[in-house]
């Protein structure tokens, strides 16, 4: 606006100035010539005036092409007079908080992508045509062997999958629901679906997530059997431990008698409440099971102390690495099995035992170690009840040997397995993880 009023000014100052010519020999044509030469003159001047301005807005529209190109990492100089510095730092301010509100947003949706797909539920994100637009890994490996399934409709993925998973996942509803093994000797496995829907630019979208609840229902019945068994060794204790100060009383008492018949019932009672005693002690070890204290372990010194308990055939080479597990705890799981091993009717040379190294889908390292023998192996009702507490085949079972085998594997984050061999007998299949990560 300035330079405009100053180039209007000096055209004013020419046309007053030259305007007394007019009425002289020169006349108009000089009058003619002396304005064009003003107007170029400011023209110039405006120019130069406005150089500074010209070069501001050129840079500002600039960063304002970036911003609506979501880039603000633009800056631009401080030049020109005191509105324009101020609007050019404004400009600047601006794109800084705008690229640390960007990293932000950045670093927690890179945080909450990691967590989805280190998930171990399964989730399913679909829009309103039902093809999937987003999926963590293991919704990757249950639908389709870790392959991406972004692109895929719902209806391609259910195909080849179980029916029961297919009828749960058309079900407009959520809940529970069970998914049948694959071999007889496995664990039928339980699910949980729940279901969302929620609008998104503009369009709807529906989320799917399956949790796996078959270890957890397995702990919420241990936890319930644990209490059971707290409650009941109490009161056992409480009558227990009079009836055995009682009957030392009696010995006593009646000693100068010398009598066979009291001799032989006071034997009896106090047999009697040593075995119940030492019952009681059996259930309240798996009741009050403590967490496992992990260290590394010697392979080859482990199988030794086992073969002074009980002989077997050692299948295959150890593991060059050395195990990470609570040693006491899982010697104890594998002497009860070799137990049952020599109980089932085997002779030491058809029992085995093998280690071998796992890595599972997910990159997990760890090791199985299988234990073999040439019994009469189990029906599939016995298989799919072995592993409960109180449930024994053997007339003066406990049921606890296999349960509190079960309590220590899943405590290490591991997995016991029951499995009829093919020719005969019976293998229980462990895997135990290998690293370090608690």
Request: charge should be negative; hydrophobic fraction near 40%.
């Amino acid at each position: 606006m300035f330079s405009t009023l100053c180039a209007i000014g000096l055209v004013i100052g020419l046309f007053w100035w030259l305007a007394p010519m007019a009425i002289t020999d020169l006349g108009w044509p000089l009058i003619s010539g002396a304005l064009l030469l003003s107007v170029i003159i400011s023209l110039l001047v405006s120019r130069y005036l406005t150089r500074d301005l010209a070069r501001s807005l050129s840079a500002l529209e600039v960063g304002l092409l970036n911003f609506k190109d979501n880039d603000f990492s633009v800056h631009i100089p401080l030049q020109g007079g005191g509105q324009l510095r101020a609007l050019a730092s404004l400009f600047n301010e601006s794109a800084e908080v705008l690229r640390r509100e960007r990293q932000y947003i950045y670093q927690r949706e890179l945080l909450l992508d990691k967590v989805i797909q280190s998930s171990p539920n399964v989730m399913l994100l679909l829009d309103d045509q039902q093809r999937v637009i987003y999926a963590n890994d293991a919704a990757r490996h249950l639908f389709n062997q870790g392959i991406r399934i972004e692109g895929l409709k719902l209806t391609e993925l259910l195909k080849g999958l179980s029916e029961e998973l297919a009828i749960a996942l058309n079900n407009p509803k959520g809940g529970l629901f069970t998914l049948a093994c694959e071999t007889e000797d496995s664990e039928d496995e339980t699910w949980h679906l729940s279901r969302g829907r929620f609008l998104l630019n503009g369009q709807y979208h529906h989320l799917i997530l399956l949790k796996q609840m078959t270890r957890e229902l397995n702990r919420q019945e241990v936890a319930v059997w644990k209490k059971v068994i707290r409650i009941i060794s109490h009161e056992l204790n409480n009558s227990v431990a009079p009836i055995a100060s009682m009957v030392k009383s009696g010995r006593k008492i009646t000693a100068p008698l010398e009598d066979p018949k009291l001799k032989l019932i006071f034997d009896t009672i106090e047999d009697r409440t040593s075995h119940l005693s030492q019952f009681i002690f059996n259930y309240a070890r798996f009741a009050k099971l403590p967490l496992p204290k992990k260290s590394r372990v010697d392979w080859a010194r482990l199988t030794e102390q086992l073969a002074q308990h009980y002989g077997f055939t050692l299948e295959g080479e150890l593991p060059p690495e050395s195990g990470y597990f609570d040693v006491i705890q899982i010697e104890q799981v594998l002497l009860n099995l070799l137990k049952n091993a020599h109980e089932s009717g085997s002779t030491v040379d058809e029992i085995s035992l093998r280690i071998t190294t796992s890595v599972l889908s997910d990159g997990v390292s760890g090791v199985i170690i299988e234990v073999k023998d040439a019994g009469t192996g189990m029906s599939p009702e016995v298989l799919t009840q072995a592993l409960l507490p109180f449930y024994s085949t053997k007339h003066s079972g406990t049921g606890l040997g296999l349960a509190l085998c079960r309590e220590i594997i899943e405590a290490h984050d591991g997995r016991i397995s029951l499995h009829n061999r093919a020719d005969a007998g019976l293998m229980v299949k462990l895997w135990l993880p290998n690293d370090e990560r608690d």
